[in-house]
């Protein structure tokens, strides 16, 4: 796990630091990667898939979070966490980042 700080003041990255070595570091307030999400997804359940179409002319996805691209294709990403009925993709990194503050809950 790599982290970048930049702009902050050395007290907030001294503490920072600190907090990195417990867990990892939940998205600033202002993480590019928020768009209103919680509306949707928080607390959601969550099931980790493969990635398939979702019909003939509905081939690919987007994360919620970053935009990376799920897709069958090569270059894409073929699995993340996808809410019960496809409709709304997250991708593994993303996951991780935001998980604890959503509150998703997992199914095998
Ligand atoms: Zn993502």
Redesign the pocket.
Known sequence: MVAHFSGWFDGAKKIERRKMSEQRQRPASDDW?RNGQEEHLLGRRLFFKQYRRYSETWEHD???????KFSENDGD?HE?YTTEDNYY???????E?FKDEFQWKVDE
């Open positions: 990667r987007h994360c919620e979070f970053c935009n990376a990403l993340g993709w997250i991708s593994t990194d993303c996951f980042d």
